[in-house]
């Protein structure tokens, strides 16, 4: 199984159907120890994926990526839109030039996006930020791509591995952002960022769901 330009897009709008429906949680969640708009944050995120998705007109999906990536890093609500968008614009260093990703090339193209956000922040596991929801699922997708598992089950993995890295921040004291400044206080409530990251995942899941292989 191969991922053509189309599944991506498939993959990208079910991720925006997910913030969408959850948007509210993700700012409840925020409030916690944040301001309160993490929700309307990822909503605009995910308006500005669209416009990617909708500029892009010559079925590169190189250029898909990097539009998204620029789209998403001009969007207002901290560190979000630089984060998100530079995940996007590293995934498009690694996209293949003939627009077909096989697990390999996935893998390789998560990977690249992790380490492109990565030169932006110093978070690591534990530090209760969306790192701690990507991390695993970037590693999932590097053992699926060792064991040639099919895209489909990888992503279905990778999703769950990020939904249990998002549900571990509860126990965890923040390390970045406003919410350090609580410490114990803001522990047992899971990190808005990360819950977000484990949703866009599983709309990457659910997205090529139906293309199975």
């Not at 110093?122 to 590097?142: E, S």
């Not at 993995?157 to 609580?182: E, V």
């Amino acid at each position: 199984m191969k991922l053509g330009y189309g599944d991506f897009v498939k993959m990208f709008r079910q991720a925006i159907q997910e913030i969408q429906a959850n948007h509210p949680m993700l700012s409840k969640l925020d409030s916690f120890g944040g301001d309160g708009d993490h929700g309307t944050t990822m909503l605009r995120a995910m308006g500005c994926l669209e416009k990617g998705i909708n500029q892009t007109t010559n079925g590169s999906l190189g250029d898909l990526l990097n539009n998204i990536g620029w789209a998403i890093m001009g969007v207002d609500g901290g560190a979000t839109g630089p984060l998100l968008g530079s995940f996007f614009s590293g995934m498009a260093e690694k996209a293949p030039a003939t627009n077909q990703a096989d697990i390999q090339a996935l893998a390789a193209m998560f990977e690249a996006g992790w380490q492109n956000l990565s030169t932006l922040t110093q978070a690591k596991v534990g530090d209760k930020t969306l790192v701690d929801a990507l991390i695993p699922a970037v590693d999932t997708l590097r053992a699926a791509a060792q064991q040639n598992q099919s895209i489909s089950i990888a992503l279905q993995t990778a999703a769950a591995a990020a939904a249990r890295g998002a549900q571990a921040t509860q126990a965890m004291q923040p390390r970045f952002g406003r919410a350090k400044n609580l410490g114990a206080a803001a522990m047992g409530h899971p990190d808005a960022g990360a819950t977000s990251v484990s949703l866009l995942f599983k709309g990457f899941a659910e997205g090529v769901n139906s293309h199975a292989g």
